[in-house]
């Protein structure tokens, strides 16, 4: 099973990032994906998730400026990250929960929101 997170970098406030996430040797139809951070001396934290069904939820510290969403013709999870603030600043994770209750977790891609 691999979780390949990418996207990350750095970014000024206000600005945009889109992070992406491809899945392979799952059953990716039929899995939720979820995006998880963490930031230096935080605990991991879920950010946003998308059902296989795409019912999507999110933190509310994130609501209406992050959408999660998922292509499974392309094994893909993504997510748009508008109007970024400082304490966006994070490793960010990309995870999936198989139909089966298995959890499997992505690298990481850190995401700084910096002037």
């Known amino acids: 099973v691999q979780l390949q997170a990418s996207g990350g970098g750095l970014v000024q406030p206000g600005g945009s990032l889109t992070l992406s996430c491809a899945a392979s040797?799952?059953?990716?139809?039929?899995?939720?994906m979820n995006w998880y951070r963490q930031a230096p001396g935080k605990q991991r934290e879920l950010v946003a998730g998308?059902?296989?069904?795409?019912?999507?939820n999110y933190a509310d510290s994130v609501k209406g400026r992050f959408t999660i969403s998922r292509d499974n013709a392309k094994n893909t999870v993504a997510l748009q990250m508008n109007s970024l603030k400082p304490e966006d600043t994070a490793v960010y994770y990309c995870?999936?929960?198989?139909?089966?209750?298995?959890?499997?977790w992505g690298q990481g891609t850190l995401v700084t929101v910096s002037s």
């Open positions: 995870n999936a929960q198989t139909y089966s209750g298995v959890s499997y």
């Open positions: 040797g799952i059953r990716f139809w039929l899995s939720a």
């Open positions: 998308i059902t296989r069904s795409s019912s999507t």
